[in-house]
Each structure stands twice: as structure tokens, then as C-alpha cells.
């Protein structure tokens, strides 16, 4: 819910691949949608872009567009976790 709200570039492609992933646990193997919490979370240095840039006089200055592997796992939480939870809630 705060990735929606967050006013960051970033959140949205992030807010996607966490709902992806939840969907992949819930349809693939299974697990309950509501007992699923954010076990990792990782950003990984991706490829790169090269890119070129206008500026005066007709010439171009290159520059590299970056990009970025997020990996997100998702895991189940056990009835002892849910306890716990619902006690300090």
C-alpha cells in the first residue's frame, strides 16, 4: 500500500513485480494471497544502453542508459508467525 503513495519513479515498476510475484505464488504453487509477506528483496546492476545525446553545433555526446534486475521472493507465513502477528496488531 505505501508503494502506491510513495512519490518515487521507482515505485511503480516495484509496486508491479510485487504484485506479480504474489500472483505467481497464489497461482503456481498454491499459497494463500493473505498469509504472504516479502521474504527478499533484491536489485541487481542490468544491462546498459548505449545512447546518444544532441548538443550545439551538430554534435552528440553518448551516454549509457542504465537498467535495473529486481527480484523479489515471497514466502508463507506459518500459523506461529500469524499468531504472533495478531497479537501485537
Known amino acids: ?4 503513495f510513495m512519490p518515487w519513479r521507482a ?6 513485480a510485487l504484485q506479480s510475484a ?3 505464488a497464489q497461482n503456481q504453487f498454491n ?3 493473505s498469509r504472504l509477506y516479502v521474504h527478499s528483496c533484491k536489485a541487481d546492476r542490468g544491462p ?12 552528440a555526446h553518448p551516454y549509457r542508459r542504465r537498467q535495473t534486475h529486481l527480484t523479489i521472493r515471497v514466502r508463507e507465513m506459518t500459523d506461529e508467525m500469524m499468531m504472533k502477528r495478531e497479537e501485537f496488531a
Open 31 to 33: 499459497m494463500d494471497k
Open 11 to 16: 515505485c511503480r515498476p516495484t509496486l508491479v
Open 1 to 4: 500500500m505505501l508503494l502506491e
Open 48 to 59: 546498459y544502453s548505449k545512447r546518444m545525446k544532441p548538443v550545439s553545433k551538430g554534435q
Open 22 to 24: 504474489a500472483a505467481n
